[in-house]
């Protein structure tokens, strides 16, 4: 059973039925697509319920060769840090799908793009060789420039060209990376390979950076860039404003799950493969990821479009993972982790939202709105979820992920890994979330109507209220019931530390992933600055 | 009853919130309102008696039993059970909660009767009930920070319930993020803890047990072995604590959104704003002691920021017309005193007051909100007098609750509430040795400091009385009747010359009648014996040893009597007339002194202008000049180089989709080279 690859391809199978379509069927084809969508989510879950949360290998592994000489494999894998992502991946691009019935052109190639989309996202986060993940990395870039550019707003050339160019620049620093890396496998084992189990095993021995430390840190830095372009970290941001201000709502919504490759990047290739790196380099990008909360907030606290407003808040949410990832705590990491995924939820209610007040509104403009709780109560009401989940409120997914972030963190500056200075901004962000996100629902809801055109407005239909109701319950689920994201994660999270902290000879390999208590050992080893919570077994 | 069924105590304003959010309007069509109130104000009875038998089962003395409902967040051995703990902190606060919370919703009942969105009232009263349960009875400090952002949500819902005033969402936006600053103190604190002792060896005893960082049962002993050895961690954690309590708590500077959230409706201020949400900072105290114990420096902070609350808000008071004002900065000044009582040590005195405070504040604001209610929402004491004649329940029960803030009392015989808790703590503060920085100590000066504001409570609530029930002149007859349209669907009509008040309904007056009574005998039933102190804290506490409230050598009993008492009798020479000529509605005859009490001494402007368009004005600098000038200026403007690059290309073959792919082609090209010529090298 070659169940990631069904997986990854079955929307392109999706893409050959909508094609087929004749254009005039819009209906049907959005029923397709959704079909699509709909089984690729259904058969990701399936995956869930075979995943075995006990090992850190990858399961499902399939392993072909591509171009033999070059040491280039089709090689997929599903591990903890890439479960939760595939399923956010299918979940909202089901999502996505669902709401943009409103998309009246060209709805053969929208939905054929969509379904691309999904596809190399998915590979993004199944592939376990480095160039495959560059080609589907890549990939990505193309419907997403599609998207922007035929269905997007007034400024769509300008904006789909800005993303496409930054994002690729990004990417070219980590080709660079990933030819360096190649090189340094075929030097350290006489055989050329981009298969990262591979490479990490010799990494994990010290044989890979052995006699080459002094360049270990400039490699690290040509993947970090180009993740960091992507997660976007502070100052490497500007294209997501507007890209999230010009995108269709399907693609923001998608561009939101494209954001998660970034800090995926560093989860799977930055803190494995670069682990003496790590040591010196995080501290900087730590600085970087609060820079980026904070600023983002202060900057969203003052934009007159809600879209824009959404994009630097984003750019505030990701800080919080990118600190959690960088603080090399169990806690952190799994807050960071877990903060993917509500960032993705709770991003997509207000996106999804924000859509429906422009599709009958026509604008997205704070000064447009005022006092529509009035007119609309139920919108009001689940916006104010919304919002509460992106504030960080206790009881909703956004708090959870955000406060073990932060208590990992501090941990990591309480031990002098980074300064705990960098910590207690950070947690300021959380008041300024409350700023910008109150700022903005007052804005809408509250007050008079003042504008004509908002006397009218619909209350939300029985269909959009079926979507959002579906977010309102990850939503909940996320925050009362967390575990069920947490437990999967936890030994593949584990064993990613270990890789990026221990000394050479003491680092676990992937090569060998037998069983969780292989971590135990490894763990007898955990140098002081990541000792964390572990000191007081 | 048996504590193990202390989720029921959390289940039934849950279900509440449930029905009222998700049916309440439907219930409210298909049976009426009254249907509608009786099922909001149920579930909080329920809960009120399944508490009261839970707590008659309690012995204090014995280890809290902590109920575990199941798992919330376990990450890295790091875990966070939904638990909750049964004691007498956490019970004394169920029954306040419960208890007040029942009596608030009943008398809300009549008090919305006119409310368009009754359902949505409810809504978010039974979700403060349940979140201010889960912030006492959580187990764990992650769950009170759980029910303390969900009472901050709560607050923001209600204060700006009439939403449609763009000034009271502005109001409610305040209240959630001061509140938010407070919690960040609290959250660091919290991950302080952690960090501390996730890197500090297990107690002896306590090995094997799990890894629950933050349950009380587990995080106090420790920390208490810990902070032994580092004593300069316990100011950290107890000033970051004290941080979150005075967000929570309106203490100076944090106070600042208290007195805006009084635009809310009156039962939310009597409940939220008065008796329960605003103490919780208190309970927080209590909870954590043991850190506080070990810290005299912030124990000191606390006594000091506590008495300049108190004395700020006090003279504050004296400057405010609109009577839920005056009651706003009195419950500000009150909770200064509580802070007073649990910076010297005498950590039950601050409950006690919570406990008498919620009696008799409750009562005055509920007594506030049938005045108001009667003077078709006017809330201008200067529009107000000789209400007594038309309000005679209210009347004196607020004259009772009055007697109560005051602290009147015989010593020794009989006292009103606020007696026996305003002595307890002047008591603890004036004999108190911890609050001390550098030999100099605060905590005393806070005790005397305590006193003068005592009176000030005496004078400033006697003008309250004097300004609305008593004298002659009924001013709102010097309001001229205009005649307008009734277009604007508002149901109250206005306060002018022909306005004739009428006592409010019985759903509305016997909540006050019961809160007259406790605040008459609560403080007198509760301190027979030392009962409260008893109850709360049976043994010495572990590191300050027995706290006396009596201090020796001060005849505080006659001290205070007189603060109470000088302090009535100077606010009726003043105000048993009526209103002052130099008091009324052309302020700029005000004395400059109380034009400043009423501007709280230029404090809120320069905060509001400092915060809001000082910030306004970094954050649009950061967006306009570095985020599009600056970063992404660099960005467009190496966009436009390569575009320029691209134009030549273009004209040869046109479109970046183009440009992209060729990027990639040569990429792939100078990829495959390289390791063409390395593998040949390799000699493969």
């Known amino acids: 059973m070659h169940l990631l690859s069904i997986l990854t391809f079955l929307p392109i199978l999706g893409v050959i039925a909508v094609l087929l379509l004749p254009e005039a069927k819009k209906n049907s084809i959005r029923q397709a697509a959704m079909l699509t969508s709909g089984i690729t989510f259904a058969v990701s879950v399936l995956l869930l319920t075979k995943f075995d949360s006990q090992t850190f290998g990858f399961q499902f592994a399939e392993n072909s060769e591509w171009i033999t000489q070059l040491g280039i494999g089709y090689r997929l894998g599903l591990d903890g840090i890439s479960i939760w992502l595939v399923l956010l991946t299918t979940f909202l691009s089901f999502v996505a799908i669902a709401a943009s019935t409103k998309i009246d052109k060209r709805v053969r190639a929208f939905m054929a793009c969509l379904l691309i989309l999904e596809s190399a996202m998915l590979g993004s986060f199944l592939s376990t060789d480095i160039v495959l993940f560059f080609t589907f990395f890549e990939l990505t870039l193309i419907p997403m420039w599609l998207l922007i550019n035929i269905w997007g707003g007034e400024k769509r050339a300008h904006a789909a060209n800005k993303f496409l160019i930054y994002t690729f620049a990004g990417s070219i620093f980590l080709l660079v990376g990933i030819i360096f890396l190649g090189y340094m496998q075929f030097k350290a084992t006489g055989t050329l390979s981009f298969d990262i189990v591979k490479i990490q095993a010799q990494v994990a021995q010290g044989k890979l950076w052995a006699g080459f430390l002094g360049i270990e840190p400039i490699v690290f830095w040509a993947f970090a860039l180009a993740f960091l372009v992507k997660s976007p970290c502070f100052p490497f941001h500007t294209w997501i404003p507007d890209t999230y201000a010009e995108s269709p709502v399907a693609g923001v919504i998608l561009s939101s799950v494209m954001v998660k490759m970034g800090t995926f990047g560093f989860l799977r290739f930055c803190l494995p493969l670069f682990p003496d790196a790590v040591k010196t380099q995080i501290p900087i990008l730590a600085a970087f990821a609060v820079i980026g909360i904070v600023y983002g907030a202060a900057v969203a606290a003052v934009q007159p479009d809600m879209r824009r407003l959404m994009a630097y808040s984003s750019l505030s949410h990701m800080g919080f993972v990118l600190l959690g990832i960088f603080s090399l705590t169990k806690i952190g990491v799994m807050g960071g982790a877990l903060q993917q995924l509500s960032h993705g939820i709770s991003a997509t209610i207000l996106f999804l939202l924000i859509g429906y007040l422009a599709e009958r509104r026509g604008s997205t403009k704070l000064e447009d709105f005022g006092g529509l709780k009035a007119r609309t109560p139920i919108f009001a009401a689940v916006f104010l979820i919304g919002m509460l989940s992106s504030v960080g409120l206790p009881g909703t997914n956004g708090f959870v992920g955000e406060f073990l972030a932060l208590v990992g963190a501090f941990q990591a500056g309480y031990k002098g890994f980074f300064s705990l200075g960098l910590v207690v901004v950070a947690g300021f962000g959380v008041v300024l979330a409350a700023v910008y996100l109150l700022y903005m629902f007052q804005k809408v809801f509250y007050g008079q109507i003042t504008s004509e055109e908002n006397r009218n407005l619909p209350d939300l239909k029985r269909s959009e209220l079926a979507l959002v109701g579906l977010l309102i319950l990850f939503i909940f689920w996320g925050g009362l019931l967390p575990n069920t994201f947490l437990k999967p994660m936890e030994v593949s999270v584990d064993n990613t530390i270990l890789m990026a902290s221990q000394r050479p000879g003491h680092r676990p390999q992937w090569a060998e992933a037998a069983a969780a208590d292989k971590l135990d050992e490894a763990r007898n080893e955990t140098p002081t600055h990541i000792k964390g919570l572990e000191a007081s077994r | ?684």
């Open chain 2, 1 to 684: 009853m048996s504590y193990q069924s202390i989720w029921l105590v959390l289940l039934f304003p849950i279900l509440g919130f449930l029905i009222q959010s998700l049916a309440g309007t439907r219930i409210e069509k298909a049976l009426g309102r009254k249907a509608l109130g009786a099922i909001a104000v149920f579930p909080i009875v329920l809960s009120f008696i399944v508490g009261l038998m839970i707590t008659i089962g309690i012995k204090p003395g014995e280890p809290a039993p902590m109920v575990t409902l199941g798992d919330w967040i376990t990450a890295g051995g790091f875990r966070i059970p939904f638990e909750f703990i049964v004691d007498p902190l956490s019970m004394t606060m169920v029954l306040i909660i419960t208890g007040i919370g029942a009596l608030i919703h009943l008398y809300a009942t009549g008090y919305m009767s006119d409310e368009k969105e009754y359902a949505r009232f409810f809504t978010y009263m039974n979700l403060f009930i349940a979140s201010m349960l889960v912030l006492v009875l959580g187990g764990n400090l992650v769950l009170l920070y759980v029910g303390w952002e969900g009472v901050g949500v709560c607050s923001y819902l209600l204060i700006g319930f009439w939403y449609t005033d763009i000034a009271n969402a502005k109001a409610a936006n305040k209240a959630f993020i001061v509140n938010r600053i407070g919690d960040w103190g609290l959250s660091l604190g919290l991950m302080l803890i952690v960090a501390l002792l996730a890197t500090s060896p297990m107690p002896r005893e306590m090995v094997g047990m799990d890894h629950r960082f933050l349950s009380y049962d587990v995080m106090l002993p420790w920390l208490e072995t810990v902070l032994k050895a580092h004593p300069a961690m316990a100011t950290g954690i107890a000033l970051l604590l004290f941080v979150g309590a005075a967000g929570k708590s309106a203490q100076f500077p944090l106070y600042l959104w208290l007195p805006d959230a009084m635009a809310g409706p009156t039962p939310v201020s009597a409940l939220i704003h008065a008796a329960t949400m605003v103490t919780s900072g208190v309970v927080l105290l209590n909870r954590m002691h043991i850190v506080f114990e070990f810290s005299p420096v912030a124990s000191a902070v606390i006594c000091v920021i506590g008495a300049f609350t108190a004395l700020f808000a006090a003279l504050i008071a004296f400057g405010q017309s609109d009577i839920k004002k005056v009651l706003a900065y009195s419950t500000v000044s009150q909770l200064g005193f509580m802070f007073i009582a649990c910076g010297s040590g005498a950590y039950w005195a601050g409950m006690f007051h919570v406990t008498t405070h919620a009696f008799f504040k409750a009562l005055l604001f509920l007594g506030a909100g049938a005045v108001i209610h009667a003077m078709a929402h006017n809330q201008d004491m200067r529009n107000y007098g000789n209400l007594r004649k038309y309000l005679p329940i209210t009347f004196w029960t607020m004259i009772l609750g009055t007697l109560a803030i005051c602290a009147v009392g015989i010593p020794g015989v009989f006292g009103f509430a606020g007696f026996y808790s305003k002595e307890a703590i002047l008591g603890g503060a004036l004999a108190n040795t911890h609050a001390q920085i550098g030999g100099v100590q605060l905590g005393q000066i806070a005790g005397w400091v305590g006193l003068g504001v005592a009176a000030l409570t005496s004078i400033y609530m006697t003008r309250l009385t004097c300004l609305t029930f008593l004298g002659k002149e009924e001013r709102w007859r010097s309001i001229p009747a205009q005649h307008h349209d009734e277009d604007h669907g508002d149901a109250h009509h206005e306060l002018d010359e022909n306005h004739t008040p009428h006592e409010v309904p019985p759903s509305m007056w016997i909540p006050l009648v019961v809160l007259a009574v406790l605040s008459v005998g609560g403080g007198f039933m509760l301190s027979k014996g030392d009962a409260f102190e008893k109850w709360l804290y049976p043994t010495d506490l572990s590191v300050l040893g027995h706290v006396s409230t009596e201090p020796s050598n001060i005849p505080l009993a006659l001290y205070s009597t007189i603060a109470a008492v000088g302090g009535i009798l100077l606010g009726l020479a003043f105000y048993l007339k009526g209103l002052p000529k130099n008091q009324g509605f052309d302020e700029s005859k005000w004395s400059p002194l109380r034009r400043a009490e009423r501007d709280q001494f230029g404090f809120d402007k320069a905060a509001t202008v400092a915060a809001v368009e000082g910030g306004g004005d970094i954050a649009r600098g950061l967006w306009l000049w570095v985020d599009n000038g600056l970063i992404n200026g660099i960005v467009e403007g190496l966009g436009s180089l390569s575009a320029g690059i691209g134009g030549l290309l273009r004209r040869w073959q046109s479109g970046t989709i183009r440009l992209y792919a060729l990027m990639m082609l040569s990429g792939l090209v100078g990829l495959i080279w390289f390791f063409a010529t390395v593998v040949a090298k390799g000699g493969r």
